[in-house]
C-alpha cells in the first residue's frame, strides 16, 4: 500500500523561506508531484520529481530522496498569496502508475 | 480555451436521493479521476478511467457509479448507498504518461 505524511499546518512571514516535507511508505512510485490548492478552488500543478534531486521552478524548488522515502517543497520568497495548502502524491508502480496518492495537506500560512 | 468543467458548483440534495455530478474536458486527455475532498483533508480516489468504456474502483467506490461513454465526459452518481456524500467532489484528467493532472473547479455537494 501506499502512506504519505506531511504537517498539517506551518506559519511563515512574508519573504521568508520555508519548507515543506512529505514522508512516505510506498512499494514503488513512478516519481513525487506536488499541487497547491486556495481555498474553495481546484488543486493546480507546481512540480514533479521522477528522479532524485531538486527540480527548480521559479521560487518554488522541490526535491526528492527515494533512499530516505522523503521529499519536500521549498518556497522562496513568500507572498500572501502562496497562503494555501500544498499536497504532495505519488503514481504507485503497483497499478502500472495509473492512479494518484495524495497526502493529507499541509497549510500554509503567510502572515505580513 | 482548453481546461475542465464541472457543474453545477453547488448542489443540495435530500437524504436517499441519488445525484449526477457532471465534468467534461476538451484536453483530448484519455485518463479521468474522481475525487472526494472533505473539510480539511487530502483527496481521496473514487473513480479513474484511463479509456473509453472503462474504469476502475478507487480507494473509497463504495456507493459511488461512474460511466465513460465517451472521451470528454466522465459523470459521477452519487447513489442512496453513500452514507455521508456531503463533500467537496474534484474531477481530473491526465494526458498519456505525464504526470500532471488538470483539475476543474469542483462542486460542493451537500445532502440534507
Known amino acids: 500500500g501506499q502512506s504519505l505524511e506531511q504537517p498539517s499546518e506551518v506559519t511563515a512571514v512574508e519573504g521568508a523561506i520555508v519548507q515543506i516535507n512529505c514522508t512516505y511508505q510506498?512499494?514503488?512510485?513512478?516519481?513525487l508531484s506536488w499541487y497547491q490548492q486556495h481555498d474553495g478552488g481546484a488543486p493546480t500543478f507546481l512540480s514533479y520529481?521522477?528522479?532524485?534531486g531538486l527540480e527548480e521552478t521559479g521560487r518554488f524548488s522541490s526535491f526528492l530522496s527515494r533512499s530516505d522515502s522523503y521529499g519536500y517543497l521549498l518556497l522562496q520568497e513568500l507572498q500572501m498569496k502562496d497562503s494555501a495548502s500544498y499536497f504532495c502524491?505519488?503514481?504507485?508502480?503497483?497499478?502500472?502508475?495509473?492512479?494518484?496518492?495524495f497526502g493529507p495537506g499541509t497549510r500554509l500560512s503567510v502572515l505580513p | 480555451d482548453g481546461g475542465i468543467t464541472q457543474s453545477p458548483k453547488y448542489l443540495f440534495r435530500k437524504e436517499g436521493q441519488n445525484v449526477t455530478l457532471s465534468c467534461e474536458q476538451n484536453l483530448n486527455h484519455d485518463a479521468m479521476y474522481w475525487y472526494r475532498q472533505d473539510p480539511g483533508q487530502g483527496l481521496r480516489l473514487i473513480y479513474y478511467?484511463?479509456?473509453?468504456?472503462?474504469?476502475q474502483k478507487g480507494d473509497i467506490a463504495e456507493g459511488y457509479s461512474v460511466s465513460r461513454e465517451k472521451k470528454e465526459s466522465f459523470p459521477l452518481t452519487v447513489t442512496s448507498a453513500q452514507k455521508n456524500p456531503t463533500a467537496f467532489y474534484l474531477c481530473?484528467?491526465?494526458?498519456?504518461?505525464?504526470?500532471?493532472?488538470?483539475f476543474g473547479p469542483g462542486t460542493r455537494l451537500t445532502v440534507l
Open positions: 502524491a505519488v503514481r504507485p508502480r503497483d497499478n502500472y502508475g495509473q492512479n494518484f496518492v
Open positions: 478511467s484511463q479509456i473509453v468504456n472503462d474504469f
Open positions: 520529481n521522477g528522479l532524485d
Open positions: 510506498t512499494s514503488g512510485f513512478y516519481g
Open positions: 481530473a484528467s491526465r494526458a498519456g504518461s505525464y504526470n500532471e493532472q488538470f
